[in-house]
């Protein structure tokens, strides 16, 4: 069975860091661009950040930008979104998606592609 499976979230104080998982079973992620999203309570899904297949490209949402940082390590099937410094208004249920794209862009992700379950992240003191 093909899943994605994110995991790391959890409850942090402001100011602090968590780094998410998400790990492919049932299929390479390496042919793969990879993007994170996030669904706060009574808000619309929002990207957050997009890594392309080879790591080349990657980009943030503005409220984001260098605060998260996207990795992948295809040897190990799994992509990483390092969030440092994190704000109350980061709290979300954050979701990975998947989708074969062989260039060095990033997808227009829909619900047709892989998507995880999600994994809760709270920031609250």
């Known amino acids: 069975q093909l899943q994605l499976v994110e995991s790391g979230g959890g409850l942090v104080q402001p100011g602090g860091s968590l780094r998410l998982s998400c790990a492919a079973s049932?299929?390479?992620?390496?042919?793969?661009?990879i993007g994170w999203f996030r669904q706060a309570p009574g808000k619309e899904r929002e990207g957050v950040s997009c890594i392309s297949y080879s790591g080349g490209y990657r980009n943030y949402a503005d409220s984001v930008e260098g605060r998260f940082t996207i990795s992948r390590d295809n040897a190990k099937n799994t992509v990483y979104l390092q969030m440092n410094n994190l704000k109350p208004e980061d709290t979300a249920v954050y979701f990975c998606a998947a989708r074969v794209w062989g260039m060095s862009s990033c997808p227009k992700f829909n619900p047709n592609d892989y998507w995880g379950q999600g994994t809760q992240v709270t920031v609250s003191s």
């Open positions: 049932g299929f390479t992620l390496a042919r793969y661009a």
